[in-house]
């Protein structure tokens, strides 16, 4: 890889976290798979060379638990699904270059090609470990085979990670309270001899790789807490039958986070050899030739960034391959605040959506620009709609249209005018804050750099009035040619989000071009003669989303009954879409210590309590703090018995500024829980002014 402002003369190659070949696509999955399918189209934008590349899953341990619970191979499972995906994928313009499966023959020769360099570099070795057992079926019960309690966090856990909880990879043996995943018995632990990666041997190497990453904080700052807690060894080797057999060893095969990622250089290897190295040269991009290596993008679900972070590339240098350029981690997909669960049913499923006859790019636009890249987002239909009839409809479709249609009906199309200055200008900042974004892994705000710029365009129009100008003459002709210079630049910024709109947008002004080819200097591609458009976004109605809801509430109740308040199986849930939880997300930036040490934080008794006259759900509350008694205004109205407030010990947050709330001064704040406003309050008998630490 390079640090070479992009675009770079190296190939680049964009990756997303394999789906498991293990049920149906939802928008939770969706959301990575169209950002990263953006990021390698603005990349293309950008005068970069690059591909996307993915594959299937097939050793995913759920797939071979999910199988046995249904009689039949994993593979039998998994080939459909497979199949599946494959068309899936490109219903949502999600253009892979390749799409391969860890299963083939290039993969699996790949993958002991990593293996016997890790072993010949002596980063491998033997150990003796505690093992999960099922003692009434007698047999090994490797990875998620087990389920149990997290020894670090306490939560449910399955054997190989916290995922429930705190998150952390778990290795062989760590999982306290074990079961079978399969049976159910109670399990027992016994000793097997198995292979370790060593890589707390790459912490040096790790630091200084964090430093050189680019791509999402997240993904940058999350895995030092790993690399000061001091790095653990992986066990690269399992009991079971599925999955690629380690080399030399006939009763193991390799853990699927070795031939997972393993996928992205074979998958890149087959788009090479099916295009030829000339055109696209694999051994280039990840430093197989003995180079640096390309550009190296790898965007996944922030609940895999140790893999991505630690051991992926440690593998990647101790077998002299080239590392990563950039990880982006996205955050999680809610539905309506909440969670998604699939065995609840509380999940918008991609084929769902389209049978509803919504078009894909206005599902890519909303997943790509509704929040940053590693935020949280929820979706709901009123939300959904807003963006369509908002920005998609009112924004860009408004102004392409009415621009065409007044050019088509007064021009046969393209005026003969040449685009003013002002207008050109425009458009190359909208490019500047393009390539900007696009540079910063930005998806959300490249997005915004073309619907901006059709704002810009809706205003342009709208202040130069050319309907009260002459017909035909110079001056009307002038706005008009401006109007369309922009639509064509609108098209190009927009098309890695809405690249089928786009497409259709070029195709309707004249223009003998690709616009997928095209790059950011064909924003002044001079458009041809045209007819009169279509509309180019079809506006969302109130009733339409009132059937949604309803439909949507409906499901998950059926569902919900089905499984009678039973977990979810997680069997369909991939590395990028968010297990079920009625929680708000955790926050991923974290502070340091002496940011946590500014909050004056203090135990405090409620002196009285009275309504705020006006306010529904405040409450004016007199707090002895210790030092001094407080005003303290506080929405509990609705949620507490007022009278019975005086008494309560309190928690308070002494050091917050002071705010008016309906014309009463608030003078700190009292901590509570939940929407039930659950007031934080001390177990012990700690005296008002106590300071919390």
């Known amino acids: 890889m390079s640090h070479e402002e992009l675009p770079t003369d190296r190939p680049a190659v964009v990756t997303c976290g394999l789906p498991y070949a293990n049920g149906d696509l939802h928008i939770g999955h969706l959301r990575g798979y169209t950002a990263a399918d953006a990021v390698n189209r603005s990349l293309k934008k950008l005068g970069q060379q690059s591909a996307y590349v993915c594959g299937s899953d097939m050793h995913g341990t759920p797939i071979a638990v999910n199988a046995a619970k249904q009689g039949i191979s994993p593979e039998e499972l998994a080939m459909p699904v497979h199949e599946q995906y494959k068309e899936t994928f490109p219903k949502f313009n999600v253009d892979f270059d390749n799409y391969g499966r860890t299963n083939d023959e290039t993969n699996t020769e790949l993958t002991r090609e990593f293996v016997e360099g890790l072993e010949a570099g002596g980063y491998v070795y033997e150990d003796e470990i505690m093992v999960a057992w099922d003692p009434e079926e007698d047999e090994p019960l490797p990875d998620r085979y087990v389920e149990g309690t997290c020894p670090y966090c306490g939560e449910h856990a399955r054997g190989d990670e916290c995922d429930e909880g705190c998150g952390r990879h778990l290795e062989p043996g760590e999982i306290e309270n074990p079961v079978s995943a399969i049976t159910g018995n109670p399990a027992e632990y016994r000793e097997r001899e198995h292979k370790y990666f060593a890589v707390s041997e790459f912490a040096e190497y790790l630091d200084g790789f964090l430093d050189r990453l680019e791509g999402t904080s997240n993904a940058k700052n999350q895995p030092r807490e790993w690399l000061e807690e001091g790095l653990q060894d992986w066990c690269i080797s399992r009991d079971m039958d599925w999955g690629i057999d380690y080399p030399g060893e006939d009763?193991?095969?390799?853990?699927?986070?070795?031939?997972?990622?393993?996928?992205?250089?074979?998958?890149?290897?087959?788009?090479?050899?099916?295009?030829?190295?000339?055109?696209?040269?694999?051994?280039?991009?990840?430093?197989?030739?003995?180079?640096?290596?390309?550009?190296?993008?790898?965007?996944?679900?922030?609940?895999?960034?140790?893999?991505?972070?630690?051991?992926?590339?440690?593998?990647?240098?101790?077998?002299?391959?080239?590392?990563?350029?950039?990880?982006?981690?996205?955050?999680?997909?809610?539905?309506?605040?909440?969670?998604?669960?699939?065995?609840?049913?509380?999940?918008?499923?991609?084929?769902?959506?389209?049978?509803?006859?919504?078009?894909?790019?206005?599902?890519?636009?909303?997943?790509?620009?509704?929040?940053?890249?590693?935020?949280?987002?929820?979706?709901?239909?009123?939300?959904?709609?807003?963006?369509?009839?908002?920005?998609?409809?009112?924004?860009?479709?408004?102004?392409?249209?009415?621009?065409?249609?007044?050019?088509?009906?007064?021009?046969?199309?393209?005026?003969?005018?040449?685009?003013?200055?002002?207008?050109?200008?425009?458009?190359?900042?909208?490019?500047?804050?393009?390539?900007?974004?696009?540079?910063?892994?930005?998806?959300?705000?490249?997005?915004?750099?073309?619907?901006?710029?059709?704002?810009?365009?809706?205003?342009?129009?709208?202040?130069?009035?050319?309907?009260?100008?002459?017909?035909?003459?110079?001056?009307?002709?002038?706005?008009?040619?401006?109007?369309?210079?922009?639509?064509?630049?609108?098209?190009?910024?927009?098309?890695?989000?809405?690249?089928?709109?786009?497409?259709?947008?070029?195709?309707?002004?004249?223009?003998?071009?690709?616009?997928?080819?095209?790059?950011?200097?064909?924003?002044?591609?001079?458009?041809?003669?045209?007819?009169?458009?279509?509309?180019?976004?079809?506006?969302?109605?109130?009733?339409?989303?009132?059937?949604?809801?309803?439909?949507?509430?409906?499901?998950?109740?059926?569902?919900?009954?089905?499984?009678?308040?039973?977990?979810?199986?997680?069997?369909?849930?991939?590395?990028?879409?968010?297990?079920?939880?009625?929680?708000?997300?955790?926050?991923?930036?974290r502070i340091d210590f002496d940011t946590f040490e500014s909050l004056d934080i203090r135990v405090g008794r409620i002196e009285s309590a009275e309504g705020v006259e006006g306010a529904d759900k405040l409450v004016r509350l007199s707090v002895d703090i210790g030092v001094e008694t407080r005003q303290i205004v506080a929405g509990l109205k609705q949620l507490h018995d007022v009278d019975g407030l005086t008494g309560e010990k309190v928690i308070v947050l002494a050091n917050l500024e002071k705010a008016e709330l309906f014309g009463v001064e608030s003078n700190g704040m009292v901590l509570a829980a939940g929407d039930q406003a659950d007031l934080l309050t001390t177990s012990g008998d700690a005296e008002p002014g106590t300071k919390v630490r």
């Not at 099916?274 to 679900?301: F, P």
């Not at 991609?350 to 790019?361: K, M, R, S, T």
């Not at 497409?503 to 997928?516: S, Y």
């Not at 509309?535 to 009954?561: G, M, N, W, Y």
């Open 251 to 589: 009763e193991l095969v390799l853990y699927v986070w070795v031939d997972a990622p393993i996928e992205y250089v074979s998958s890149t290897k087959q788009y090479s050899e099916r295009v030829g190295a000339d055109e696209y040269d694999w051994e280039e991009v990840w430093g197989r030739d003995g180079g640096d290596g390309g550009e190296i993008v790898h965007v996944i679900g922030r609940d895999i960034i140790q893999h991505h972070t630690i051991f992926w590339p440690a593998m990647l240098h101790a077998t002299d391959h080239a590392e990563p350029r950039a990880v982006c981690a996205t955050g999680f997909v809610t539905i309506d605040g909440k969670g998604l669960s699939t065995s609840r049913n509380r999940a918008i499923w991609a084929e769902e959506y389209l049978d509803e006859g919504f078009h894909p790019d206005l599902l890519r636009y909303y997943l790509t620009t509704m929040g940053g890249f590693q935020q949280d987002l929820d979706f709901t239909w009123e939300r959904f709609q807003e963006r369509v009839n908002g920005e998609l409809v009112g924004t860009v479709g408004n102004f392409v249209y009415r621009s065409m249609l007044f050019a088509a009906r007064n021009f046969d199309g393209t005026p003969d005018a040449d685009v003013s200055d002002e207008v050109r200008e425009r458009i190359d900042a909208a490019v500047e804050q393009f390539e900007s974004a696009v540079k910063n892994y930005d998806v959300r705000n490249a997005g915004d750099a073309a619907v901006e710029l059709a704002q810009f365009g809706n205003e342009y129009i709208q202040q130069h009035e050319p309907w009260q100008l002459v017909d035909g003459s110079d001056e009307q002709a002038q706005v008009i040619r401006d109007c369309l210079q922009v639509a064509t630049a609108v098209a190009v910024l927009l098309e890695p989000i809405c690249p089928e709109k786009a497409e259709t947008v070029w195709i309707q002004l004249g223009i003998d071009a690709d616009v997928h080819a095209a790059e950011t200097d064909a924003v002044h591609t001079e458009p041809g003669a045209f007819e009169e458009p279509d509309e180019l976004f079809e506006k969302i109605e109130d009733d339409r989303v009132d059937e949604l809801d309803e439909a949507l509430e409906t499901k998950i109740a059926a569902a919900t009954a089905d499984e009678d308040d039973t977990e979810d199986d997680d069997a369909e849930t991939t590395d990028s879409a968010m297990d079920e939880s009625d929680f708000e997300p955790l926050i991923d930036e």
